[in-house]
T-cell receptor
Framework: NAGVTQTPKFQVLKTGQSMTLQCAQDMNHNSMYWYRQDPGMGLRLIYYSASEGTTDKGEVPNGYNVSRLNKREFSLRLESAAPSQTSVYFC?????????????FGSGTRLTVV | SQQGEEDPQALSIQEGENATMNCSYKTSINNLQWYRQNSGRGLVHLILIRSNEREKHSGRLRVTLDTSKKSSSLLITASRAADTASYFCATDGLNTDKLIFGTGTRLQVFP
């Protein structure tokens, strides 16, 4: 009963390096989401996957790609990291938004790009 | 762009007092949700209110929704130090399964 698991928890990248943030949920949820959180900006949606096999852009998709590997896993890839991508990244999942449970969030990945 | 804007940005109160946070949003919604985020942690879902509801209670939480004014409020009664956190409202647009979050209210409850 881990909920939503994100790895790694912390990462430092050099400008231009690539990396993949991993997210997995064990609640059999259909929908998964990637958000970034910056000071004073709240959470902004990067990409989401309404169901297995589909992905769509959110508010701030530039510089990112995603893969919905299966129903459990939704990864976020930075192909060429930039300092502007320094942020805290949250993965979330939901069964269906109209139910009472809302989203379940992971504990976040704190990414610094130098 | 952010759908929701919380007010105030920061709030400091003593234990036992009530805390009220407000959220305004821009477009028609299916429902509005409130989340709590403790420092350095992920967000935790608190309560959901549907667009056809006006008020909802959950323990010490009371949420109101005024769709004519596109606004919501979250009231935490008898605050405790453990309520210290940031609180976010989130809304979904019609025909969409994605939530758009506001910028949050930082609540500090002093013992």
């Amino acid at each position: 009963n881990a909920g939503v698991t994100q790895t790694p928890k912390f990462q430092v990248l050099k400008t231009g390096q690539s990396m993949t943030l991993q997210c997995a949920q064990d609640m059999n949820h259909n929908s998964m989401y990637w958000y970034r959180q910056d000071p004073g900006m709240g959470l902004r949606l990067i990409y989401y996957s309404a169901s297995e096999g589909t992905t769509d852009k959110g508010e701030v998709p530039n510089g990112y790609n995603v893969s919905r590997l299966n129903k459990r896993e939704f990864s976020l890839r930075l192909e060429s990291a930039a300092p502007s991508q320094t942020s805290v990244y949250f993965c979330a999942s939901s069964e269906q938004i109209f139910r009472e449970g809302g989203y379940t969030f992971g504990s976040g990945t704190r990414l610094t790009v130098v | 762009s952010q759908q929701g804007e919380e007010d105030p940005q920061a709030l400091s109160i003593q234990e036992g007092e009530n805390a009220t946070m407000n959220c305004s949003y821009k477009t028609s919604i299916n429902n509005l949700q409130w989340y709590r985020q403790n420092s350095g942690r992920g967000l935790v879902h608190l309560i959901l209110i549907r667009s056809n509801e006006r008020e909802k209670h959950s323990g010490r939480l009371r949420v109101t929704l005024d769709t004519s004014k596109k606004s919501s409020s979250l009231l935490i009664t008898a605050s405790r130090a453990a309520d210290t956190a940031s609180y976010f409202c989130a809304t979904d647009g019609l025909n969409t399964d994605k939530l758009i979050f506001g910028t949050g209210t930082r609540l500090q409850v002093f013992p």
